[in-house]
Protein backbone atom coordinates (compact mmCIF):
# COMPACT_ATOMS: atom_id res chain seq x y z
CA UNK A 1 0.00 0.00 0.00
CA UNK A 2 1.11 3.21 -0.72
CA UNK A 3 1.55 5.37 2.31
CA UNK A 4 -0.11 9.48 1.83
CA UNK A 5 1.47 11.09 4.54
CA UNK A 6 2.58 14.61 4.76
CA UNK A 7 5.50 15.59 3.68
CA UNK A 8 7.23 15.29 7.34
CA UNK A 9 7.35 11.52 8.06
CA UNK A 10 6.32 8.48 6.02
CA UNK A 11 4.93 5.73 8.37
CA UNK A 12 5.24 2.06 7.58
CA UNK A 13 2.07 0.02 6.04
CA UNK A 14 -0.35 -2.20 8.23
CA UNK A 15 -2.37 -3.73 6.30
CA UNK A 16 -3.74 -4.14 2.37
CA UNK A 17 -6.66 -1.62 1.57
CA UNK A 18 -9.25 -2.49 -1.32
CA UNK A 19 -9.96 0.87 -2.84
CA UNK A 20 -13.17 0.23 -3.86
CA UNK A 21 -14.30 -1.00 -0.26
CA UNK A 22 -17.05 0.23 1.39
CA UNK A 23 -18.49 -0.38 4.86
CA UNK A 24 -20.89 0.17 7.50
CA UNK A 25 -19.95 2.17 10.55
CA UNK A 26 -22.60 2.05 13.72
CA UNK A 27 -22.75 4.47 16.50
CA UNK A 28 -25.60 4.28 19.10
CA UNK A 29 -28.80 4.22 16.69
CA UNK A 30 -27.02 5.64 13.73
CA UNK A 31 -25.36 3.72 10.61
CA UNK A 32 -23.61 5.16 8.53
CA UNK A 33 -22.98 3.14 5.11
CA UNK A 34 -20.59 3.34 1.85
CA UNK A 35 -17.93 4.39 4.66
CA UNK A 36 -14.16 4.29 2.87
CA UNK A 37 -12.40 6.46 5.37
CA UNK A 38 -12.33 7.99 9.06
CA UNK A 39 -10.67 11.13 9.80
CA UNK A 40 -9.95 12.09 13.38
CA UNK A 41 -9.14 15.49 15.22
CA UNK A 42 -6.46 15.41 16.78
CA UNK A 43 -6.64 17.34 20.16
CA UNK A 44 -9.32 16.53 22.31
CA UNK A 45 -10.67 13.48 20.05
CA UNK A 46 -7.45 11.54 20.02
CA UNK A 47 -5.10 13.24 22.37
CA UNK A 48 -5.36 14.23 25.67
CA UNK A 49 -4.39 17.63 25.50
CA UNK A 50 -6.84 20.17 27.88
CA UNK A 51 -3.55 20.53 30.17
CA UNK A 52 -1.33 21.29 28.52
CA UNK A 53 -2.82 23.82 26.41
CA UNK A 54 -4.45 25.41 29.53
CA UNK A 55 -0.50 25.73 31.00
CA UNK A 56 0.57 26.64 27.78
CA UNK A 57 -1.97 29.85 27.35
CA UNK A 58 -1.25 30.75 30.73
CA UNK A 59 2.13 30.84 30.25
CA UNK A 60 1.77 32.58 26.79
CA UNK A 61 -0.61 35.08 29.24
CA UNK A 62 1.98 35.90 31.54
CA UNK A 63 5.07 36.53 29.04
CA UNK A 64 2.92 38.61 27.28
CA UNK A 65 2.15 40.57 29.86
CA UNK A 66 5.58 41.30 30.96
CA UNK A 67 5.91 43.14 28.03
CA UNK A 68 2.81 44.62 27.95
CA UNK A 69 1.18 45.19 32.00
CA UNK A 70 -2.17 44.75 32.57
CA UNK A 71 -3.08 42.58 28.95
CA UNK A 72 -2.81 39.43 30.86
CA UNK A 73 -6.36 38.90 31.93
CA UNK A 74 -8.15 39.85 28.15
CA UNK A 75 -5.39 37.48 26.47
CA UNK A 76 -6.55 35.05 28.63
CA UNK A 77 -10.59 35.53 27.91
CA UNK A 78 -9.24 35.20 24.25
CA UNK A 79 -7.69 31.97 24.75
CA UNK A 80 -10.81 30.72 26.23
CA UNK A 81 -9.13 30.34 30.11
CA UNK A 82 -12.15 30.64 32.57
CA UNK A 83 -10.30 30.88 36.02
CA UNK A 84 -8.52 27.20 36.04
CA UNK A 85 -10.87 25.66 33.04
CA UNK A 86 -10.19 25.95 29.61
CA UNK A 87 -13.36 26.09 27.20
CA UNK A 88 -13.13 22.50 24.89
CA UNK A 89 -15.37 25.64 22.26
CA UNK A 90 -12.17 27.95 22.73
CA UNK A 91 -9.82 29.50 20.72
CA UNK A 92 -7.01 27.63 22.47
CA UNK A 93 -8.94 24.61 22.04
CA UNK A 94 -9.51 24.75 18.15
CA UNK A 95 -7.94 27.42 16.58
CA UNK A 96 -3.77 27.46 14.74
CA UNK A 97 -1.19 28.97 15.95
CA UNK A 98 -1.62 31.45 13.55
CA UNK A 99 -5.48 32.37 15.16
CA UNK A 100 -4.24 32.41 18.34
CA UNK A 101 -1.41 35.13 17.43
CA UNK A 102 -3.69 36.93 15.68
CA UNK A 103 -6.31 37.35 18.68
CA UNK A 104 -3.17 37.83 21.07
CA UNK A 105 -1.58 40.84 18.87
CA UNK A 106 -4.78 42.57 18.49
CA UNK A 107 -5.02 42.46 22.78
CA UNK A 108 -1.61 44.33 22.74
CA UNK A 109 -2.49 46.67 19.71
CA UNK A 110 -5.73 47.98 21.87
CA UNK A 111 -3.18 49.20 24.01
CA UNK A 112 -1.96 51.80 20.99
CA UNK A 113 1.03 49.42 19.70
CA UNK A 114 1.30 49.26 16.44
CA UNK A 115 0.14 46.19 14.40
CA UNK A 116 3.45 44.70 13.34
CA UNK A 117 5.26 45.58 16.20
CA UNK A 118 2.22 44.09 18.60
CA UNK A 119 2.11 40.70 16.33
CA UNK A 120 6.12 41.05 16.55
CA UNK A 121 6.17 41.06 20.05
CA UNK A 122 3.78 37.96 20.37
CA UNK A 123 5.50 35.82 18.15
CA UNK A 124 8.48 36.20 20.57
CA UNK A 125 6.65 35.62 23.56
CA UNK A 126 5.21 31.96 21.90
CA UNK A 127 8.30 31.03 21.04
CA UNK A 128 9.28 31.67 24.80
CA UNK A 129 6.50 30.14 25.89
CA UNK A 130 7.45 26.65 23.41
CA UNK A 131 10.84 26.73 25.22
CA UNK A 132 8.99 25.42 28.17
CA UNK A 133 8.21 21.99 27.09
CA UNK A 134 10.76 20.22 25.19
CA UNK A 135 8.22 18.01 23.32
CA UNK A 136 4.30 18.57 22.96
CA UNK A 137 3.82 15.32 22.36
CA UNK A 138 5.02 14.03 25.45
CA UNK A 139 2.70 16.50 27.38
CA UNK A 140 -0.93 15.13 25.25
CA UNK A 141 -1.19 11.67 25.62
CA UNK A 142 -3.27 9.56 23.46
CA UNK A 143 -6.65 8.40 24.89
CA UNK A 144 -6.79 4.72 25.47
CA UNK A 145 -9.34 4.11 23.52
CA UNK A 146 -8.11 6.20 20.45
CA UNK A 147 -5.59 4.16 19.46
CA UNK A 148 -7.87 1.07 19.93
CA UNK A 149 -10.39 2.23 17.43
CA UNK A 150 -7.51 3.21 14.61
CA UNK A 151 -5.81 -0.39 15.15
CA UNK A 152 -9.75 -1.71 15.20
CA UNK A 153 -11.12 -0.06 11.88
CA UNK A 154 -7.38 0.18 9.71
CA UNK A 155 -7.53 -3.64 10.80
CA UNK A 156 -10.98 -3.84 8.75
CA UNK A 157 -9.60 -1.92 5.78
CA UNK A 158 -10.98 1.60 6.31
CA UNK A 159 -8.94 4.98 5.62
CA UNK A 160 -7.78 6.56 8.04
CA UNK A 161 -6.28 10.11 8.36
CA UNK A 162 -5.24 12.85 11.32
CA UNK A 163 -6.92 16.02 10.03
CA UNK A 164 -6.04 19.04 13.01
CA UNK A 165 -5.97 22.60 13.71
CA UNK A 166 -1.85 21.90 15.35
CA UNK A 167 0.76 22.16 12.86
CA UNK A 168 1.99 19.16 10.55
CA UNK A 169 5.01 18.23 12.46
CA UNK A 170 3.64 18.20 15.61
CA UNK A 171 0.52 15.81 14.13
CA UNK A 172 3.43 13.90 12.60
CA UNK A 173 4.97 13.82 16.28
CA UNK A 174 2.53 12.72 17.83
CA UNK A 175 1.25 9.84 16.08
CA UNK A 176 5.12 8.47 16.09
CA UNK A 177 5.45 9.02 19.68
CA UNK A 178 2.06 7.04 20.53
CA UNK A 179 2.55 4.18 17.99
CA UNK A 180 -0.78 5.53 15.53
CA UNK A 181 1.79 5.91 12.11
CA UNK A 182 1.03 2.13 11.15
CA UNK A 183 -2.70 2.66 11.09
CA UNK A 184 -2.52 6.18 9.79
CA UNK A 185 -2.59 7.03 5.80
CA UNK A 186 -2.41 11.04 6.20
CA UNK A 187 -1.23 13.00 9.34
CA UNK A 188 -2.26 16.68 8.27
CA UNK A 189 -2.13 19.89 10.11
CA UNK A 190 -3.02 23.56 9.60
CA UNK A 191 -0.55 25.51 8.57
CA UNK A 192 -0.36 29.37 7.50
CA UNK A 193 -3.71 28.54 4.79
CA UNK A 194 -7.21 27.91 5.32
CA UNK A 195 -8.02 26.70 8.59
CA UNK A 196 -11.22 24.53 9.97
CA UNK A 197 -14.33 24.80 9.16
CA UNK A 198 -12.94 25.64 5.49
CA UNK A 199 -14.16 22.51 3.62
CA UNK A 200 -10.66 22.43 1.41
CA UNK A 201 -8.71 21.21 4.35
CA UNK A 202 -11.53 18.25 4.37
CA UNK A 203 -11.04 17.76 0.30
CA UNK A 204 -7.83 18.21 -0.05
CA UNK A 205 -7.11 14.67 3.22
CA UNK A 206 -9.77 13.15 0.91
CA UNK A 207 -7.30 13.71 -2.55
CA UNK A 208 -4.85 12.40 -0.95
CA UNK A 209 -6.55 9.26 0.40
CA UNK A 210 -8.64 8.94 -3.11
CA UNK A 211 -11.74 8.90 -1.57
CA UNK A 212 -14.90 10.82 -1.40
CA UNK A 213 -16.20 13.42 0.90
CA UNK A 214 -19.47 11.60 0.67
CA UNK A 215 -17.63 8.56 1.56
CA UNK A 216 -15.77 9.45 4.64
CA UNK A 217 -16.57 10.26 8.48
CA UNK A 218 -15.03 13.27 10.12
CA UNK A 219 -14.85 12.81 13.93
CA UNK A 220 -14.36 15.54 16.18
CA UNK A 221 -14.82 17.52 19.66
CA UNK A 222 -15.47 20.70 18.60
CA UNK A 223 -18.31 22.66 16.08
CA UNK A 224 -15.39 23.53 14.14
CA UNK A 225 -15.39 19.88 12.99
CA UNK A 226 -19.31 19.18 12.48
CA UNK A 227 -19.12 22.56 10.49
CA UNK A 228 -16.21 21.26 8.23
CA UNK A 229 -17.85 18.01 8.11
CA UNK A 230 -21.40 19.58 7.09
CA UNK A 231 -19.18 21.85 4.52
CA UNK A 232 -17.65 19.93 2.36
CA UNK A 233 -20.76 17.01 2.42
CA UNK A 234 -19.07 14.24 4.22
CA UNK A 235 -21.23 11.07 5.07
CA UNK A 236 -21.31 12.48 8.50
CA UNK A 237 -19.65 13.72 11.79
CA UNK A 238 -19.20 11.72 15.16
CA UNK A 239 -18.73 14.07 17.87
CA UNK A 240 -16.27 13.04 20.58
CA UNK A 241 -17.55 14.67 24.07
CA UNK A 242 -15.07 13.99 26.66
CA UNK A 243 -16.81 15.54 29.61
CA UNK A 244 -21.04 16.94 29.31
CA UNK A 245 -19.92 20.45 29.42
CA UNK A 246 -18.39 19.84 25.80
CA UNK A 247 -22.07 18.48 24.31
CA UNK A 248 -23.53 22.15 23.25
CA UNK A 249 -20.65 22.63 20.99
CA UNK A 250 -21.34 19.98 18.92
CA UNK A 251 -24.55 20.85 18.09
CA UNK A 252 -25.38 19.45 14.00
CA UNK A 253 -23.14 16.05 14.85
CA UNK A 254 -24.88 13.18 13.39
CA UNK A 255 -24.00 11.48 16.77
CA UNK A 256 -22.44 12.64 20.04
CA UNK A 257 -20.34 9.94 22.35
CA UNK A 258 -18.60 9.71 25.36
CA UNK A 259 -16.05 7.28 24.03
CA UNK A 260 -14.31 6.12 20.19
CA UNK A 261 -14.92 2.62 21.46
CA UNK A 262 -18.67 3.32 19.99
CA UNK A 263 -17.80 3.84 16.94
CA UNK A 264 -18.36 -0.13 15.60
CA UNK A 265 -18.31 -2.37 12.31
Same mark, same amino acid.
Given at each position: ??????????????????????????????????? $????FDKDGTLADSAHFLRVLAQR?? +????? !????????????????????NP???????? !?????????????????????????????? !???? $???? !???? +??????????????????????AILSSDTTAEVVDFADRYGLAPYLQVAQGTEDGPSKPDPILLERVCKRLDVLPQHTLVVGDSQADVQLAIAARSAGCIG???????????????IVIESLREIRL
Open positions: MEMLLAEEGVFPPFCVLNPDSKMLIRCGLITFSEV $QAVVRS +HLIDA !RVPGVEGSLQLAFGLEGDRLAGLMAVGT !RRENEIAAAACVAQTGRGWSESLTLVKSAF !READ $QSFS !RKAD +HTPCYEDGVETLQRLAGAGLKLIARSPSAVPSLAGAS
